[in-house]
């Protein structure tokens, strides 16, 4: 039976990479967490939040569009944003 061999786009490549960085960083701050000696609390659930962000992120990156992308690296103030406040509650609430 002949053989059919799907090589990847440029474009599943890209975003392949992307999603393993974006989760290499969420490991990071969660190791950073960790010795910080945070212990499990409200600021975990702002890692999740933020990993989903960035994760919907590497999903909607097209590297043909300069303008999307722009846009996209913009709005990873919003993911430092949301861990902060998580960050922040937790401190206030524990």
Known sequence: APRIVIAPSRNSTIICAIC???SAARGMI???GI????G?????LGIVLMTIHLLRQARMINPDDPQGALTLFKSNRNAGLILTFFL??????G
């Open 88 to 93: 922040i509650i937790d401190r206030l609430v």
């Open 20 to 22: 393993r960085l974006f």
């Open 40 to 44: 499990p609390g409200i600021w975990m």
């Open 30 to 32: 969660h190791q950073a």
């Open 35 to 38: 010795q910080l000696h945070q």
